[in-house]
C-alpha cells in the first residue's frame, strides 16, 4: 500500500501511525449515547450495566461536533453516509412523500433515487443546466412551485466547485437536508459555506471521505425541536449498535483543530494546482467554473469509454488509484481524481508538477517500466513524508474510554 497514492475523492487512507487509538475493549460492547436518570433506566426495555461513563462521553462528543458546525445536536449513531440516508429517511419520512433530489447528471449519489423509491418516497429532481455545470435554479424553483417536495434532500457527491444551492433551502414543507460528505472539512474549516447559513434544516455527513476519521457518519439539526427529537427516536430503533469506539475516534480527529484547517486549505490549493498543471501538460481535464469555492475533487474527459478505462488502468498499474466513471453533465467517460488522502499523507503544492508530469507521462506512454518505478517512488516518498512528519498527531498509545 504505501508505494500507492490514493487519488480518488472518497477514501481517506491514513496511516496507521495516525489513527486515533481507542481502546480495544470499546469494540463491539452495546451502549446508548443518552444520558439517563435511574428512574429512566428503571423504565427502559433493556440496559447493560457500565456504560455510564461512555454515555456521558457519547454526548460530549456529540456537543463538541454540534458547536463545530453550528448545530444545535448532533448523533453519530449511523454507520455510514448511506446509512445515514436510509435511517434518516425511515425516520422522517412516509410513504407516498415527496423529495426533491439531485440527479446522478448534476453529481447526485448513485443509489439516492433508488433508496428513496425503495422507501416508498415520489422523487423530482433538479433541473440540469448541462452547459453551465450547474443545477438550473430558476427552473427547479418552478418545478417545485408546481410540485411542492415535502422533502429537499442535496447528495451531491460530484462536484468541481461548491455549487450555491441557498435558493432551495426553503421551498420543502416538512424539511431540507444537506450532504456534506464531500466537504465536510472544509465546511468545519470555514473554506466552503455552512448548509445551515444557507437555512438548511439537517446536515448528514461521514467522516472518513473528505474528513479524515473512521467509518462513521452524523446526523446533525440546527434546531433542537419536535421534529429533531421524532428523528432521534426513529435512529434509536433502527440502529442498535452504532460502534462507540468510532464515535471516540471521531471526536479525537475533530479535537485537531489547526490541523484540520491547515489540510482544509491544503487539499482545495493542492486541487486547483494539479488541475492546471495536467492542463497545461495537455491532459483534457474539465475547468472548473470561477467565483465559487473550488472542490478537491478533478474531472479528466476521454473521447470514449476504452480510452477512459485504459488510462485508469495504466494509472492503477503504476499504483496511482483513480476512479473511473461516467462524468456529470454529459461530459461521458473519464476519471474523478481527488487529493484528500494524498494531501493527508503530505502531498503538497510543490510536488504538483511532478505528480502532473507523471499522469500525463502515463497517459500518452502507458504503463511503462520505467513509468512504474517513477510513480511508486512518488508515492513512497509522500507515504514516508507522513510517517516522519514531527507534527502532533495523537498522543501515543493512550486509551480512551473503558481502562
Given at each position: 500500500?504505501?508505494?500507492?497514492?490514493?487519488?480518488?475523492?472518497?477514501?481517506?487512507?491514513?496511516?496507521?501511525?495516525?489513527?486515533?487509538?481507542?481502546?480495544?475493549?470499546?469494540?463491539?460492547?452495546?451502549?446508548?449515547?443518552?444520558?439517563?436518570?435511574?428512574?429512566?433506566?428503571?423504565?427502559?426495555?433493556?440496559?447493560?450495566?457500565?456504560?455510564?461513563?461512555?454515555?456521558?462521553?457519547?454526548?460530549?462528543?456529540?456537543?463538541?461536533?454540534?458547536?463545530?458546525?453550528?448545530?444545535?445536536?448532533?448523533?453519530?449513531?449511523?454507520?455510514?453516509?448511506?446509512?445515514?440516508?436510509?435511517?434518516?429517511?425511515?425516520?422522517?419520512?412516509?410513504?407516498?412523500?415527496?423529495?426533491?433530489?439531485?440527479?446522478?447528471?448534476?453529481?447526485?449519489?448513485?443509489?439516492?433515487?433508488?433508496?428513496?423509491?425503495?422507501?416508498?418516497?415520489?422523487?423530482?429532481?433538479?433541473?440540469?443546466?448541462?452547459?453551465?455545470?450547474?443545477?438550473?435554479?430558476?427552473?427547479?424553483?418552478?418545478?417545485?412551485?408546481?410540485?411542492?417536495?415535502?422533502?429537499?434532500?442535496?447528495?451531491?457527491?460530484?462536484?468541481?466547485?461548491?455549487?450555491?444551492?441557498?435558493?432551495?433551502?426553503?421551498?420543502?414543507?416538512?424539511?431540507?437536508?444537506?450532504?456534506?460528505?464531500?466537504?465536510?472539512?472544509?465546511?468545519?474549516?470555514?473554506?466552503?459555506?455552512?448548509?445551515?447559513?444557507?437555512?438548511?434544516?439537517?446536515?448528514?455527513?461521514?467522516?472518513?471521505?473528505?474528513?479524515?476519521?473512521?467509518?462513521?457518519?452524523?446526523?446533525?439539526?440546527?434546531?433542537?425541536?419536535?421534529?429533531?427529537?421524532?428523528?432521534?427516536?426513529?435512529?434509536?430503533?433502527?440502529?442498535?449498535?452504532?460502534?462507540?469506539?468510532?464515535?471516540?475516534?471521531?471526536?479525537?480527529?475533530?479535537?485537531?483543530?489547526?490541523?484540520?484547517?491547515?489540510?482544509?486549505?491544503?487539499?482545495?490549493?493542492?486541487?486547483?494546482?494539479?488541475?492546471?498543471?495536467?492542463?497545461?501538460?495537455?491532459?483534457?481535464?474539465?475547468?472548473?467554473?470561477?467565483?465559487?469555492?473550488?472542490?478537491?475533487?478533478?474531472?479528466?474527459?476521454?473521447?470514449?469509454?476504452?480510452?477512459?478505462?485504459?488510462?485508469?488502468?495504466?494509472?492503477?498499474?503504476?499504483?496511482?488509484?483513480?476512479?473511473y466513471r461516467t462524468l456529470p453533465y454529459g461530459l461521458g467517460h473519464g476519471l474523478r481524481l481527488g487529493v484528500s488522502a494524498a494531501v493527508r499523507l503530505g502531498l503538497e503544492e510543490a510536488d504538483v508538477p511532478e505528480l502532473a508530469e507523471l499522469i500525463t507521462a502515463v497517459r500518452?506512454?502507458?504503463?511503462?517500466?520505467?513509468?512504474?518505478?517513477?510513480?511508486?517512488?512518488?508515492?513512497?516518498?509522500?507515504?514516508?513524508?507522513?510517517?516522519?512528519?514531527?507534527?502532533?498527531?495523537?498522543?501515543?498509545?493512550?486509551?480512551?474510554?473503558?481502562?
Amino acid at each position: 500500500m504505501r508505494s500507492s497514492l490514493f487519488l480518488n475523492p472518497v477514501e481517506n487512507v491514513p496511516p496507521t501511525e495516525d489513527i486515533a487509538v481507542v481502546s480495544s475493549l470499546l469494540h463491539g460492547l452495546y451502549t446508548s449515547d443518552k444520558e439517563r436518570a435511574r428512574e429512566q433506566r428503571l423504565s427502559a426495555p433493556i440496559q447493560f450495566a457500565g456504560r455510564t461513563d461512555l454515555e456521558r462521553d457519547s454526548r460530549e462528543i456529540y456537543d463538541a461536533w454540534a458547536a463545530a458546525l453550528g448545530a444545535a445536536d448532533v448523533t453519530l449513531r449511523v454507520l455510514s453516509g448511506l446509512h445515514a440516508h436510509i435511517v434518516l429517511f425511515m425516520a422522517m419520512a412516509r410513504p407516498g412523500q415527496r423529495v426533491l433530489l439531485l440527479p446522478i447528471a448534476a453529481g447526485g449519489h448513485l443509489a439516492g433515487r433508488a433508496i428513496q423509491e425503495r422507501l416508498g418516497l415520489e422523487v423530482i429532481e433538479m433541473v440540469v443546466d448541462e452547459e453551465r455545470m450547474c443545477v438550473d435554479m430558476a427552473a427547479t424553483l418552478e418545478l417545485c412551485a408546481e410540485q411542492q417536495p415535502d422533502f429537499v434532500f442535496v447528495d451531491r457527491s460530484e462536484g468541481l466547485v461548491f455549487e450555491d444551492f441557498s435558493p432551495l433551502a426553503e421551498v420543502a414543507r416538512e424539511c431540507s437536508v444537506f450532504d456534506g460528505s464531500q466537504y465536510l472539512t472544509n465546511i468545519l474549516a470555514g473554506d466552503h459555506p455552512n448548509p445551515f447559513g444557507w437555512g438548511y434544516d439537517l446536515l448528514v455527513a461521514s467522516v472518513h471521505k473528505n474528513f479524515p476519521g473512521p467509518q462513521k457518519a452524523l446526523i446533525a439539526s440546527v434546531r433542537d425541536d419536535r421534529q429533531w427529537r421524532s428523528i432521534l427516536s426513529g435512529i434509536s430503533t433502527y440502529v442498535s449498535n452504532f460502534h462507540v469506539a468510532s464515535t471516540y475516534a471521531a471526536g479525537l480527529t475533530l479535537a485537531r483543530t489547526d490541523w484540520l484547517a491547515s489540510y482544509s486549505r491544503r487539499m482545495l490549493d493542492v486541487a486547483v494546482a494539479l488541475e492546471v498543471a495536467l492542463e497545461e501538460s495537455g491532459v483534457p481535464v474539465v475547468r472548473r467554473s470561477v467565483g465559487l469555492p473550488p472542490t478537491h475533487h478533478l474531472w479528466i474527459r476521454e473521447r470514449d469509454r476504452e480510452s477512459a478505462f485504459t488510462f485508469y488502468e495504466n494509472l492503477e498499474a503504476c499504483r496511482i488509484m483513480t476512479n473511473y466513471r461516467t462524468l456529470p453533465y454529459g461530459l461521458g467517460h473519464g476519471l474523478r481524481l481527488g487529493v484528500s488522502a494524498a494531501v493527508r499523507l503530505g502531498l503538497e503544492e510543490a510536488d504538483v508538477p511532478e505528480l502532473a508530469e507523471l499522469i500525463t507521462a502515463v497517459r500518452r506512454e502507458g504503463a511503462t517500466p520505467v513509468l512504474e518505478r517513477q510513480a511508486r517512488a512518488f508515492s513512497r516518498d509522500i507515504w514516508q513524508r507522513a510517517l516522519s512528519s514531527q507534527a502532533p498527531v495523537y498522543p501515543p498509545n493512550s486509551s480512551y474510554g473503558l481502562a
